[in-house]
């Protein structure tokens, strides 16, 4: 796991927060759970820990907006995912594999490994 992180799991809460976002006004730890298929309590214990850490906040009708360092975190994982996801599938590996290690390899990599690997791949392309 990358050093300068908060965890694989409250990167996945804050990257799902993040794409849950883009598609409804107002998430709640509900949408959260049905979104990664995770238990209500469980999602509730991770609610708390990002609160507690600064990264997301409640309104008083239990709505989660991402604070401003929980954005960049969810941000950063939402592009790590995605660039993996489509350099695996250009590769030739099935979507849902692709997917599935994206959301691996997003989490483990080191920020220069990441640029590394990025940069390389967008050489290669052309």
């Not at 598609?23 to 990002?50: E, N």
């Amino acid at each position: 796991m990358r050093q300068d992180t908060i965890g694989e799991s409250l990167e996945d809460y804050l990257e799902s927060i993040l794409v849950l976002s883009k598609c409804i006004d107002r998430v709640r730890s509900v949408d959260v759970a049905s979104y990664l298929g995770f238990s209500k309590p469980s999602v509730s214990h991770a609610v708390k820990l990002m609160v507690n850490q600064g990264l997301i906040e409640l309104d008083a009708n239990k709505f989660i907006t991402l604070t401003e360092k929980g954005r960049e975190i969810a941000q950063e994982t939402y592009n790590r995912h995605q660039f993996f996801e489509e350099m695996l599938v250009s590769m030739g590996v099935p979507k849902e594999i692709a997917q599935e290690d994206a959301c691996r390899i997003e989490h483990v990599l080191s920020k220069e490994s990441f640029e590394a690997i990025q940069k390389y791949y967008q050489n290669s392309k052309g």
